[in-house]
């Protein structure tokens, strides 16, 4: 698993204050070794001020730093997408759509909207991740029972199972899988 890189609320502000800020940051994440068109390969391009995107010298192709991420499409500004997902990843608990609209000032559909495309990419980066070391799984049976039926084994609720990865301490390794 990947370490994430530890930042502290001051860090982040300073970091990530303005849109150029972000931008910047999403430029060097989609091209750590500079520009390079998805199409021809060329490494020379235009800015486009207006637009917020490259073009390729070559083929004129224009790209995007959204482009194929979760702020691909959207009129959200960048500080907010930083924001939310600052949020999303540092809040012990699941924050709520409506928590995060309240943080964010903005409208619950906008909050819902930023949380479920966050949620997804999350959800796909965890696929990738293999359970290692010593590994502790449980059962659990989801919804409640309905009334005069099987509990249980034999229920008609939603079963699920839950990995975890240990070290030869018993620590949990960070790596834990849903299998519904």
Not at 56 to 83: D, K
Not at 113 to 122: D, E, G, K, Q, T
């Amino acid at each position: 698993m990947a370490k994430a890189e530890r930042i502290t609320f001051k860090e982040f502000r300073t970091r990530f204050a303005t849109e150029e800020d972000c931008r910047n940051y999403m430029f060097a994440q989609r091209f750590p070794d500079g520009f390079v068109c998805p199409k021809c390969g060329c490494r020379e391009y235009y800015e486009l001020k207006t637009r917020h995107t490259c073009q390729c010298r070559q083929c004129r192709r224009q790209t995007s730093v959204t482009a194929g991420t979760v702020m691909h499409h959207t009129h959200l500004p960048f500080t907010v997408w930083f924001w939310a997902i600052y949020l999303c990843a540092t809040d012990k608990r699941v924050i709520s759509a409506k928590g995060l609209a309240r943080q964010l000032g903005l409208a619950y559909e906008s909050a819902w909207y930023l949380l479920v495309r966050i949620r997804n990419a999350m959800r796909e980066r965890d696929q990738h991740y293999m359970l290692e070391g010593i590994i502790e799984m449980d059962e659990a049976y989801l919804g409640a029972p309905k009334c005069g039926k099987k509990r249980g084994r034999g229920t008609e609720r939603k079963k699920m199972v839950v990995a975890v990865s240990k070290d030869k301490k018993d620590r949990p390794l960070g790596s834990i899988r849903n299998f519904v």
